[in-house]
């Protein structure tokens, strides 16, 4: 496999190659979802989501397939917490998970990333539809109600759990929501990572009929084409108060 120089300085500021990292993708072996999910809500208490999902699955891979796994810092994905640096954007539960997903199944030509893509969509659509989470660690810290999120975006996904819930954003309980949460979608990547690897993959998750339906005038395409997308809709763009044509 073609492979890049990762390259270091010395005490005395040459560079030397000291190591090859090969090029996407990389190898994977069958995991265990189980023993994924708890190293990543282990790992959450740790880096938080982002660096939980991502260490889950790649933890994982570090003991079962060992290099190239052995020289990526999982440290990196620390930045994706609270929705990236806090700032509730795209769940860091779901950009560690993609990450993994992507550097076992990706790559540059148009074939192999759709492929990838395929996947990573799924995942976020089974996120925004499924009430979650619906992975109890073995040892939690607290029982948790699961939500639909209907959104891949932290904001959304916290805002409507502590609706559900009725517990506070910044309370002992959501970290602890958000700590289970990481371990269910890490679980559920490996889950889609081992179907893959099978043979078997599908997609369980299709677009809701609305949100086929928005997009037949504003995606590619439509009579408007002034969006893109794959999300819920309605979960921004309209309530009871507006009515759409």
């Given amino acids: 496999m073609v492979g890049k120089a990762l ?13 090859k990292v090969p090029e996407l993708p990389w190898p994977y072996k069958k995991l265990d979802p189980v023993a994924v999910a708890e190293r990543a809500y282990a790992a959450f208490w740790k880096g938080a989501c982002c660096y939980g999902a991502f260490e889950g699955i790649i933890g994982e891979l570090r003991g079962k397939v060992g290099y190239p796994y052995t020289v990526f810092p999982s440290e990196l994905f620390v930045f994706g917490e609270g929705g990236v640096a806090g700032t509730s954007n795209l769940c860091g ?8 997903i992507f550097i076992v199944t990706g790559g540059l030509e148009t074939e192999i990333r759709e492929k990838a893509f395929k996947i990573i969509q799924e995942l976020f659509q089974f996120y925004e539809q499924e009430p979650l989470p619906k992975y109890r660690p073995e040892n939690p810290k607290y ?3 699961p939500s639909i999120a209907r959104s891949s975006l932290c904001h959304i996904s916290v805002s409507r759990w502590c609706k559900e819930s ?3 954003a910044f309370s002992p309980q959501r970290k602890e ?6 371990a269910c979608v890490a ?3 490996a889950e889609l990572l081992n179907q893959n690897l099978e043979g078997t993959f ?7 009929a609305d949100v086929q339906s928005c997009r037949q005038c504003h995606d590619k395409g439509g009579m408007l084409e002034n969006s893109r997308g794959l999300m819920d809709c ?7 108060k507006v009515k759409h044509p």
Avoid: M
């Fill in 202 to 208: 599908n997609v369980p998750h299709p677009l809701p």
């Fill in 93 to 100: 539960a779901l950009n560690g998970a993609v990450a993994v």
């Fill in 234 to 240: 309605n979960i921004c763009h309209f309530t009871g």
């Fill in 7 to 19: 390259f270091a300085q010395n005490a005395s500021s040459k560079t030397q190659e000291v190591e």
């Fill in 166 to 168: 009725g517990f506070k």
């Fill in 187 to 189: 679980k559920y990547a």
């Fill in 143 to 145: 029982e948790i109600k």
């Fill in 177 to 182: 929501r958000c700590g289970w949460l990481t």
